[in-house]
């Protein structure tokens, strides 16, 4: 059985065998602006949770992902099964009939060419993108109505949720989104984030700062919608026994994109003040990114202790932790970094630099120590001493995994999400989750895929 459109998007409300109320999910979309790719797992695994839970989800993004964005398999069904908005547009038909399809509604049509215009970005380019952002909002509209899409929700603040924000005020559908950081928080004037936050049924900042910069960027009169919902792993993806080690090695694992804001050249400083203090210590980077050329040529001077692995799927990285003794993550800028949640469930001390939402996930001196970001002599330090004391790492380890357990399981966010699509954003800041169990009674009846996307 299906579950009927509402034209409001809100979920219907069936009864129970017992007669008690039951809010029911509407049918979801999630849209973004790259889908999927392996520095965006979080948006995949927040999917599979959901869908897992009995939810129908479309996922559903502006761009294709180069193949080597997405070198797993749950990275390449996700790829055949997204509706990509731009490679629709590329077909004079599909513009045709989204066109044919704003024609059906003129005011709407008027109001949202309105909203397109008072958000748009500075200059001529600001209004170029504007009309790309408005035209995809037109195939995006058009689509979700087709598969009578009920909410939408969409990761990223920028021109994804300019999107998103349109595609709401064209067909009724309420939006929510996703805020990280802190690529999200450098330009919030630019992309307007009080407007969207303004429209938005609710906001899922990722952190207690994520919320607080939100704050700071939106009316006081629109806090109470936004709620805190982290990004999560599901733990039992990263148990099991370790392989067994005949080495005297210390191994450090990096993983993320290759890009400066990652800090890995003061990573690279920090091996270098160790010199021959711990002759076992090697480095394994598992990424790539626009940076790489240049950290091969500065990793020159370490004598072989560093190697790239280019990007890795969801299950090489899990392997790669299984091997490794020690997780360091030197950025300059983070959310809260998904791969440290990975390590922590792997039972791994973790190295971060403080930096936006760290803390809020590692705790100092219990799961894995914190350093000053771009403070070389401090990784220095905190490398030493983990590499030094096994005892150290075994108990940080045991607390980091417990920590993921409580705060981070992707299981207990995505059962939050669904709260919030079905229900809004309440009066709790953050809401107690659903167990599995009870998530799957509340979610009610499944609705039957439909559809290229489903």
Not at 348 to 377: C, F, K, M, N, Y
Not at 399 to 416: P, S
Request: proline share 7%.
């Amino acid at each position: 059985m299906t579950i009927p459109f509402e034209p409001s998007g809100l979920p219907e409300r069936t009864r129970t065998a017992d007669g008690a109320a039951n809010p029911v999910l509407p049918r979801i979309a999630y849209f973004t602006g790259q889908y999927p790719q392996v520095s965006l797992t979080f948006i995949l695994r927040e999917i599979e949770a959901l869908r897992t839970m009995g939810a129908e989800v479309l996922s559903c993004s502006a761009r294709q992902t180069p193949p080597n964005l997405h070198p797993g398999p749950a990275e390449r069904e996700a790829a055949a099964t997204t509706f990509y908005v731009l490679k629709a547009l590329r077909n004079p038909l599909t513009l045709v009939a989204a066109l044919s399809w704003l024609a059906t509604r003129p005011r709407r049509c008027a109001r949202g060419l309105r909203l397109a215009w008072a958000t748009r970005a500075p200059g001529l380019k600001g209004a170029v993108y504007q009309l790309i952002y408005f035209l995809e909002a037109l195939v995006l509209g058009r689509h979700l109505e087709r598969h009578a899409v009920g909410h939408l929700h969409n990761h990223f603040v920028s021109g994804s949720a300019t999107v998103s924000m349109l595609v709401s005020d064209l067909t009724g559908i309420p939006c929510s989104f996703t805020l990280h950081g802190p690529a999200d928080l450098l330009e919030p004037s630019r992309w307007r984030l009080d407007e969207k936050v303004a429209r938005a049924r609710f906001v899922a900042a990722i952190s207690h700062y994520a919320r607080s910069q939100t704050m700071l960027n939106s009316d006081p009169a629109h806090w109470d919608r936004i709620r805190i919902v982290h990004c999560g792993v599901a733990p039992g993806r990263y148990e099991g026994p370790d392989p067994r080690r005949e080495d005297d090695e210390i191994r450090l694992l990096f993983v993320g994109r290759l890009a400066p804001v990652k800090g890995l050249r003061v990573l690279f400083e920090a091996l270098q003040t160790i010199g021959g203090d711990l002759p076992g210590l090697r480095l394994t980077l598992a990424g790539d990114g626009p940076d790489r050329a240049g950290l091969e040529a500065a990793v020159a001077g370490l004598g072989g202790r560093v190697r790239f692995t280019g990007y890795l799927s969801q299950e090489a990285v899990a392997a790669e932790m299984k091997q490794t003794d020690i997780v360091v993550l030197p950025s300059f800028a983070e959310g809260v970094p998904v791969v440290l949640m990975e390590a922590m469930a792997s039972r791994r001390p973790v190295i971060a630099t403080q930096v936006a939402g760290v803390g809020e996930l590692v705790e100092h001196g219990r799961s894995g120590l914190i350093v000053p970001p771009g403070d070389a002599a401090g990784l220095a330090a905190a490398i030493r001493r983990l590499a030094r004391d096994p005892a150290l790492r075994a108990a940080m380890g045991e607390a980091g995994r417990k920590r993921v357990l409580a705060e981070f399981d992707i299981a207990t966010e995505a059962a939050r999400m669904a709260r919030l699509i079905a229900e809004g954003p309440g009066q709790d800041l953050r809401p107690a989750p659903l167990g599995t169990q009870t998530a799957r009674q509340w979610l009610g009846r499944r609705v039957p895929r439909t559809g290229k996307g489903s």
